[in-house]
């Protein structure tokens, strides 16, 4: 087992002196190696999305034992919680007029979830609250989310709202995250429940993230003509993998914690 921290730690090192486009390129690499992999050993691929939802689902969890038995919100970001509330409204909207089917009752269950979670943050854990660090402007993220939604949106025959809207709620979801991780970029340390639940984000990433790649492989790219024509089919997956590489760098120093027996997470400079 120490041999195995040791070669671990050598290998983390390693990539740690590497260039940014060295470490670029070996994320592609290791990336592509994953979809191989699942490619092989998952047969059906829907159930990538499934285990998505668990795992997110599980993060939730963490977050909800965070805050009813530690009594804290430190190191939670209020802003990226927010955001989150915001795409899930406007996607159970688009579901309710769209396509109501299993994943609108999903996406209820994480509204619920979320608005609870901003209800203890904003009154019955408030002192707890890092309100300094949680500093980035979301604006950065809504308004041009917005703009790129009514340039770029589905093709379909459903109402021109509610296309822009449907848009919207994929790009927003692609980047709700990044308040997240400024807070803990500035606060450099992160407690072992935040961090299990930002992890836990981004492997429910990664497994959505491949089950669309593996959707598109498997039907010759006819998945994306099926989502209309245009620049959206493309839009859709771009948002996928933006979701999975924005969330990537802190799985690495999260797994490399973990096995450096590390309980609390230290982030280096430049992560996020």
């Known amino acids: 087992m120490r041999v195995s921290k040791r070669s671990i730690g050598a290998v983390a090192g390693w990539v740690r002196r590497q260039p940014p486009k060295v470490k670029a390129f070996l994320s592609v690499v290791s990336g592509m190696a994953a979809l191989a992999f699942l490619r092989f050993v998952v047969h059906d691929h829907d159930n990538l999305f499934v285990a998505a939802e668990a795992v997110h689902a599980v993060g939730i969890s963490v977050l909800i034992y965070k805050l009813t038995k530690e009594k804290t919100c430190a190191g939670l970001s209020l802003k990226s919680q927010e955001l989150t509330a915001l795409f899930l409204s406007v996607r159970l909207y688009c579901s309710f007029v769209m396509e109501y089917d299993i994943h609108t009752l999903l996406d209820s269950a994480t509204l619920v979830t979320t608005l609870w979670v901003i209800y203890m943050i904003r009154f019955k854990l408030r002192s707890s609250y890092m309100e300094d660090k949680d500093n980035f402007a979301i604006y950065y ?132």
């Open 141 to 272: 993220v809504v308004v041009p989310c917005a703009v790129l939604a009514l340039l770029v949106h589905p093709t379909t025959s459903h109402n021109f709202v509610n296309r822009i809207f449907w848009a919207f709620c994929v790009y927003l979801e692609a980047v709700s995250v990044l308040p997240q991780l400024r807070l803990m970029q500035n606060t450099k340390i992160v407690e072992p429940f935040t961090a299990h639940y930002v992890f836990a984000l981004g492997i429910a990433r990664f497994l959505s993230c491949a089950h669309w790649v593996l959707q598109v492989l498997d039907t010759h790219g006819r998945l994306l003509t099926a989502l209309g024509y245009g620049l959206w089919p493309s839009m859709v997956l771009l948002s996928e993998i933006v979701q999975t590489f924005i969330l990537a760098d802190f799985c690495y120093y999260y797994v490399k914690s973990i096995f450096g027996g590390q309980l609390v997470l230290r982030l280096p400079g430049g992560v996020v």
